[in-house]
T-cell receptor, first 114, second 114 residues
């Protein structure tokens, strides 16, 4: 079974631009979560989707948004990019929304904002 | 989410057992204890989880204290590939309409000496 895939793997943007990142979960998984990882803040939760509905959102500004499609694929969008948005963005999928379900992470998208 | 406390770093010799401790004195009765690890330049990887009883899988063992206020991840024979940051995370199964996101702390950086 294929793992979680994220595209693109690397991205370079300039301040003020917007970016869309894509995540394809493991086949059959219905829950998708997004995380941001930076050296200073570590791994931080962005949002979680289940059955095309956002179930929770982390403490990030409204410039960060996401959505989930009927096939469980998910996208996240960051508008008006800032230098501080440079980070590794990780997507994780799990079978259901249960506290005992493991999350499977993708390799991440490395975003650099110049 | 209840908090966990882990040592910042640990060292182990290759092929020796490693015991990674985690304190979670404010754990609630509905919290699962999860362990993830992140190898360099990769997304986090699920290791193991448990609720009350000790657990074993092909990667590791999880020993949970009787009062559940602490737990220990046991790698039976450390290999160079086990060098990673290990995260101990609590997930409440009674989140109701809430989220099942993973709240990562700083984790323990494990170094394996050849």
């Amino acid at each position: 079974k294929a793992g979680v895939t994220q595209t693109p793997r690397y991205l370079i943007k300039t301040r003020g631009q917007q970016v869309t990142l894509s995540c394809s979960p493991i086949s059959g998984h219905r829950s998708v979560s997004w995380y941001q990882q930076t050296p200073g803040q570590g791994l931080q939760f962005l949002f979680e989707y289940f059955s095309e509905t956002q179930r929770n959102k982390g403490n990030f500004p409204g410039r960060f948004s996401g959505r989930q499609f009927s096939n469980s694929r998910s996208e996240m969008n960051v508008s008006t990019l800032e230098l501080g948005d440079s980070a590794l963005y990780l997507c994780a999928s799990s079978l259901e929304q249960r506290a005992y379900n493991e999350q499977f992470f993708g390799p991440g998208t490395r975003l650099t904002v110049l | 989410d209840a908090k966990t406390t882990q040592p910042n770093s640990m060292e182990s010799n290759e092929e020796e057992p490693v015991h990674l401790p985690c304190n979670h004195s404010t754990i609630s009765g509905t919290d699962y204890i999860h362990w993830y690890r992140q190898l360099p330049s990769q997304g986090p990887e699920y290791v193991i989880h448990g609720l009350t009883s000790n657990v074993n899988n092909r990667m590791a063992s999880l020993a949970i204290a009787e009062d559940r206020k602490s737990s220990t991840l046991i790698l039976h024979r450390a290999t160079l590939r086990d060098a990673a940051v290990y995260y101990c995370i609590l997930r409440d199964w009674n989140s109701g309409a809430g989220s099942y996101q993973l709240t990562f702390g700083k984790g323990t950086k494990l170094s394996v000496i050849p």
